[in-house]
């Protein structure tokens, strides 16, 4: 049990089907919908940005979302919903080299929830915990990190021809990790990462938490439903010594391929607002 504070809704459009909640959560954070999706998996992503639209600090050390978020309770018990809710969480190995010691699963994002996200789970009849993916090029990746070595979790690394030779000389443990390389190119197309997603795990909604260059190719690729998006009331700045990323970097839509969305959902913690935009993919042009 947890006292966190309910999140106030400020905006709650209809989204379609409601998933089954423990009322632990639902009190917390209210109903949680997605639409119908026929034959794929439902793609949302979700961030953590200041004001001024920094999503890393890119200090070293202080390069996490707990920099930009202020710790926020509230983001982490949202971060953990929508984790628990998943089949499968995405990040890109930049995000991974900035918090090597970190899983993706609602219980290590916050603990005092961690029964209520795994009540959660057996409500949606998803065994075990979600499939983590780590998405490099390069291969260079740390093979005693705990996202490959905890045991609690099953893990899939999405590469290509040239990073799996570099993941062939590492030692993983072949029993919780899986390699899948999908293209000879250095750049992996988000389509080919979540074929190579769905091949291991079939799954009904795929979370991608970034960072800014793989959420690029999904925003580019037309593949990202919605995104969940928290702004932290602090402003972070930037000048020619802290080049500071956005939600994207990599990847130029405006004012050729302006990308719109709506907004579907409004709520507040204190300060935080926790905003959920949706890109409605069947009317972006590029649409898969
Ligand atoms: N505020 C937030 O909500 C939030 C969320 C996530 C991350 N972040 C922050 O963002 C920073 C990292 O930024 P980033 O842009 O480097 O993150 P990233 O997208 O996680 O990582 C980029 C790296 O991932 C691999 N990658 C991603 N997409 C790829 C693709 N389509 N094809 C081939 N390789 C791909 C490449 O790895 P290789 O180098 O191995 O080739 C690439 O160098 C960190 O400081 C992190 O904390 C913030």
Redesign the pocket.
């Given at each position: 049990m947890t006292t966190l504070a309910p999140v106030e809704t400020l905006l709650d459009t209809d989204r379609g089907n409601t998933l089954p909640m423990p009322p632990e959560l639902a009190m917390i954070y209210g109903k949680l919908q997605f639409p119908p999706h026929e034959g794929r998996p439902y793609v949302i992503g979700?961030?953590?940005?200041t004001l001024d639209g920094v999503?890393?600090?890119?200090v070293p050390g202080q390069?996490?979302?707990s920099e930009?978020?202020g710790g926020s309770q509230q983001d982490r018990m949202l971060m953990g919903l929508l984790r628990s809710a998943s089949d499968a969480a995405i990040?890109?190995?930049?995000?991974?080299?900035?918090?090597p010691h970190h899983l993706w699963t609602g219980e290590y994002i916050f603990p005092p929830l961690a029964e209520a996200y795994r009540d959660f789970r057996k409500l949606l009849g998803k065994a075990g915990l979600p499939l983590n993916v780590i998405?490099?090029?390069?291969?260079?990746?740390d093979p005693r990190l705990p996202v490959f070595t905890s045991g609690d979790i099953s893990t899939l690394i999405v590469?290509?021809s040239q990073?799996l030779q570099e993941i062939h000389k590492l030692s993983l443990p072949s029993s919780s990790v899986q390699v899948e390389s999908v293209t000879s190119s250095?750049?992996?197309?988000?389509r080919a990462?979540l074929l190579a997603v769905n091949r291991i795990h079939q799954s009904e909604l795929v979370l991608v938490?970034?960072?800014?260059?793989?959420?690029?190719?999904f925003l580019a690729e037309g593949l990202l439903d919605e995104l969940f998006l928290?702004l932290a009331p602090q402003v972070a700045g930037r000048d020619d010594t802290h080049q500071r990323?956005a939600l994207v970097?990599?990847t130029v839509f405006a004012p050729e391929h302006s990308l719109w969305s709506r907004l579907v959902s409004v709520k507040r913690a204190d300060d935080h607002l926790f905003l959920r935009y949706a890109f409605d993919l069947e009317r972006q042009s590029g649409n898969q």
């Amino acid at each position: 049990m947890t006292t966190l504070a309910p999140v106030e809704t400020l905006l709650d459009t209809d989204r379609g089907n409601t998933l089954p909640m423990p009322p632990e959560l639902a009190m917390i954070y209210g109903k949680l919908q997605f639409p119908p999706h026929e034959g794929r998996p439902y793609v949302i992503g979700n961030f953590v940005e200041t004001l001024d639209g920094v999503t890393s600090l890119n200090v070293p050390g202080q390069s996490g979302g707990s920099e930009i978020s202020g710790g926020s309770q509230q983001d982490r018990m949202l971060m953990g919903l929508l984790r628990s809710a998943s089949d499968a969480a995405i990040v890109g190995a930049g995000t991974l080299r900035a918090v090597p010691h970190h899983l993706w699963t609602g219980e290590y994002i916050f603990p005092p929830l961690a029964e209520a996200y795994r009540d959660f789970r057996k409500l949606l009849g998803k065994a075990g915990l979600p499939l983590n993916v780590i998405v490099s090029g390069s291969g260079a990746l740390d093979p005693r990190l705990p996202v490959f070595t905890s045991g609690d979790i099953s893990t899939l690394i999405v590469t290509n021809s040239q990073g799996l030779q570099e993941i062939h000389k590492l030692s993983l443990p072949s029993s919780s990790v899986q390699v899948e390389s999908v293209t000879s190119s250095k750049n992996i197309s988000a389509r080919a990462i979540l074929l190579a997603v769905n091949r291991i795990h079939q799954s009904e909604l795929v979370l991608v938490e970034g960072g800014p260059r793989l959420i690029g190719y999904f925003l580019a690729e037309g593949l990202l439903d919605e995104l969940f998006l928290t702004l932290a009331p602090q402003v972070a700045g930037r000048d020619d010594t802290h080049q500071r990323p956005a939600l994207v970097e990599g990847t130029v839509f405006a004012p050729e391929h302006s990308l719109w969305s709506r907004l579907v959902s409004v709520k507040r913690a204190d300060d935080h607002l926790f905003l959920r935009y949706a890109f409605d993919l069947e009317r972006q042009s590029g649409n898969q």
